[in-house]
């Protein structure tokens, strides 16, 4: 039987209705589809409501065009609110958005990202000593803490060790609650709600200068930003723009513990790893990006109408841009299903090309601008994996499954480290 197409010619998912097989497929949605029909992009509907799909460097250099889509409405509210929420930068459009774009931005400098680094590397020794008296670690659990305290080291607000605890568990809730419907997500809102009153406080005790924070930290930056009215931000906001920065950085704890499971599965990366310099690492990091699922798709609406592919955007059309399925189409990545960081020994720099965290330009689009913070996070503690720390890996399945969001081994990558 023919697949049936959309009006203007695309295909179109045969279901009524996909939000079943969204959910039970999760980061194989898109790619599995366009596969088979062929095409950049799909018509499917999803909670009964149309939705184009797409995936490809094109599709992703169109959908992180400035000013082209919106992200406001564009994801179910019950995700959106663990990892964005009402008048954050990502629901800005236009102006507006590269004004508060910039005061992120202006958190990445080359030395503020050293210093992250230096931070996130000594808490993770630090860890890491406490580790080694440990039959056993499961590693996705652990690594949010010496990352939660290392963010709010250098975001301005040093943790003890119970407040790194406290406030990891909260993060990883967040986390682990934004691809799912039921009891994960919601305890992510539970106790994201402990965090958010936290960075509510943190921020009102900077601005009431009860509280000291260092001239260009994350909660000095945040908590004196003018809007171009030169307005501080709502208090609330300016508490989920604080988390904004603290999140996704707790997040790259699952980018570790993917390093972790392909340095194990693939030996002879450590071994060049050990021998190898700054872009030899380089290429390993950027590998870990590509091949292991982080961010399955991003959601937008329609700003300004458009053609592609033979399809007419209209304004208002709901998108969702395949990220996990581009990292991995054949087309841009030779044996996109083998893990090989040599390849990016002759990668070009595309930036719709590697798009883990969004596509484009991070200054005048959507692209996540914590990318450097990733890059910085990670370089610090592969090495540490490789050369510095001493342990099995036990029997346990270190199976990836595609259907659940966020992705994580099943077992949650266990260790045994190596006693001193």
Sequence with gaps: MPRPRHRDGIPRDRAPDSTLALLREGYAFIPGRCRAYGS?????????????????????ARFYEPDRFTRRHALPRASF??????GSVMVLDGDAH??????FLSLMAPAALERLAEATARHWRARAQAWAAQERVVLLDEAHV?????????????????????????????????????PRNWRGHRLRARTERWAREAIAHVREGRREAPPGSAVHVIAHHRDPEGRPLDLTVAGVELINVLRPTVANARYLVFAAHALHLHPETRETLRAGDEADLTH????????YPFIPFIGGRVLAPF???????ARNDWVLMDLYGTNRDPRLWEAP??????????????PNTLIPQGGGAHETGHR???????????????????????????????RIDLGRIPAQPRDRFVIAPARP
Excluded: N
């Design 337 to 350: 299903e083998r893990f090989r960081p040599e390849r990016f020994r002759a990668w070009s720099g595309d």
């Design 98 to 103: 590269r004004w508060r774009k910039a005061m």
């Design 284 to 291: 390993f990091v950027h590998e870990v990006r590509r091949f």
């Design 307 to 313: 053609e592609f592919q033979g399809h007419r955007f």
């Design 40 to 60: 950049d992009l799909f018509a499917t509907r999803l909670m009964l409501t149309r939705a184009i799909c797409m995936t490809g460097a094109e599709a992703a």
């Design 368 to 398: 996540c601008p914590g990318e450097w913070i990733t890059l910085a996070q990670m370089k610090a503690v592969v090495p540490l994996l490789v050369r510095e720390m001493a342990y099995a890996v036990p029997d346990q399945d270190l």
């Design 146 to 182: 010496p990352l939660t305290a290392a963010v709010c080291e250098w975001a301005g607000l040093p943790l003890t060790a119970s407040e790194a605890q406290a406030r990891a568990r909260e993060f990883l809730a967040m986390i682990d609650g934004t691809g799912s419907v039921g």
């Design 81 to 86: 609110a663990l990892i964005q929420d009402q």
